[in-house]
């Protein structure tokens, strides 16, 4: 009998065991794990069918290689690196600009830039200087220099500058600043020396207003 209820008690004891070791909840993997597997949520996704290697823009400039409002077609067949196709109007008629450029990433939708490229068009030196130079030297100066006109000046510029993608949908932004100098600086022709005489150094010899800074804000979306 005393054997009998021995086992009786024993195998209650294992009952309960299993059943307080059912209803305890299940060890959850670490959290870092989780992180890990996943990954961030935020990383941009690339748009448009072209995958962002793709772009269409409109510019405004102030002595812009492509001119003061224009286009440009932007393709960026590796994320770090662009080509861009520009053209567009200026004062001195239509110009024409081809500039490729580095990309270094500074966020996770924002880009560094560094550009260099050639660019064409008419241009008219009037000033003593040129582009951005010109709104701060080219008025109240009085008499001015020798007017320059070269029917196809051939221009190579250098520029900075910063891309930003929307944080949604296909928007693309991007600014740059830079330099441009003329290559041909000899094929121009110059307007007859007036009575009064040039200030001194601003004859049809001169060579300021032969190089400016200019400034370019572009607007746009990737296809």
């Not at 890990?36 to 949520?41: A, F, R, S």
């Not at 690196?81 to 053209?87: D, Y």
């Not at 510029?157 to 991007?174: H, K, S, T, V």
Request: net charge neutral; with cysteine; hydrophobic share 40%.
């Amino acid at each position: 009998m005393r054997v009998l209820v021995a086992a009786l008690a024993c195998f209650s004891c294992v009952v309960a065991r299993r059943a307080a070791a059912e209803e305890a909840p299940a060890p959850s993997a670490p959290h870092s794990v989780s992180a890990v597997q996943h990954g961030p949520t935020d990383a941009r996704v690339p748009q448009g069918f072209t995958e962002d290697h793709l772009a269409l823009l409109a510019h405004i400039g102030i002595g812009a290689p492509a001119g003061a409002l224009g286009g440009d077609v932007d393709v960026m067949p590796v994320p770090e690196v662009a080509l861009r196709l520009g053209a567009g109007l200026s004062f001195n008629g239509p110009q024409f600009s081809f500039m490729p450029r580095a990309r270094i990433p500074i966020g996770k939708r924002e880009h560094f830039t560094l550009g260099t490229g050639a660019s064409v068009g008419r241009y008219d030196n009037y000033g003593a200087a040129g582009g951005l130079g010109c709104l701060l030297l080219c008025v109240g100066l009085g008499e001015g220099p020798a007017r320059q006109t070269f029917a196809r000046a051939l221009w190579w510029n250098l520029e900075i500058g910063f891309d930003a993608y929307a944080p949604r949908g296909p928007g693309f932004f991007r600014a740059s600043l830079g330099y441009g100098f003329i290559l041909n600086n000899s094929d121009y022709r110059c307007a007859p020396e007036p009575t009064y005489g040039y200030p001194p150094g601003g004859g049809c010899d001169r060579t300021n207003g032969q190089g400016l800074l200019y400034m370019t804000a572009e607007f746009g979306f990737v296809l």
